[in-house]
């Protein structure tokens, strides 16, 4: 039996919530949600834990969220179904570009296209958030463009390194994120699309020497958040070949200058920006030397970091 936390919180509490801090054991799985469109004060916290919370877990949660001080958290049994499937079932398929991503069983395909079926499940990115279709619209836009080394970081299911397998099949591909139970996910997702030659790397960022060894990349996409994208900006930029491009996602609008900030200071330059609602998607291009970084990388701020949404 698993059981479900309700606490109310703000669009930024949303945004600094940072699942590695807690000191549960086993971790909550945490979901933040838009309640009121376009309202920055009115968002939901839904904490999922495999037992009943104990009072120490309650609390931990809650100081997630001081906005919540004096709400009474609303706990609840959800017995023994897959609430990660259950919150995303239903989803109508998504065409975006060459790309028709669909959960479930699917009836037809539109003429042209190539389908992707991402079920929901153990990892995030079945494609319908912003960030993830506006990243897929990027690639199909890049689709012109020769590139022969490219590199996910954060892949959650695996859809963005699926399509750049598709646009550029004789690429290398590598596909990496911070968490196994993801790149488990995209192996499973792999076989059942007929994906193959995706390279999977568990690796906390791009601090990993399978990574590094591979550089550099001439495509690199990050569907992250915006404070592990910043954090993660000199590592990023090191392992770009010059001039190669940069796909960065998961930061809104509001953060978009603090992000191009922290990739500028790295010799990036901003060439494209799909603004989606309240979140962007950006085109950067490295210098036109690679990067080399002038003190050790800091990876404090990645902890946490989302997988694509």
Partial sequence: M??????????????AIDAADFGIDPAPVLMTTETVEDDTETWRLDAYFEREPDAGAIAAIAALVPSAAGHAPAIEALGDEDWVTMSQAG?????????Y??????DAVPAGARAFRIDAGRAFGTGHHETTSGCLAMLDRLG???FGNVIDLGTGTGLLAFAARELWPAARVIATDIDPV????TADNARTNAVDRVELVVADGALSDAITAAAP???LIANIL???LMSMAPEVAAIAAPGATIVLAGLLETQRAEVVAAYAACGCTLEEVDRRGDWSVLRMAAGAERFVPTGPIDPKGRDGWALDL
Wanted: with cysteine.
């Fill in 2 to 15: 698993s059981w479900k936390l309700t606490l109310p919180c703000t669009r930024a509490e949303a945004e």
């Fill in 91 to 99: 989803l109508e398929p998504l065409h975006v570009g060459r790309f």
């Fill in 101 to 106: 991503v669909h959960v479930g069983a699917l």
């Fill in 144 to 146: 012109a463009t020769d």
């Fill in 182 to 185: 993801a790149i488990d996910v």
């Fill in 217 to 219: 990349y001439d495509l």
């Fill in 226 to 228: 915006a404070g592990p």
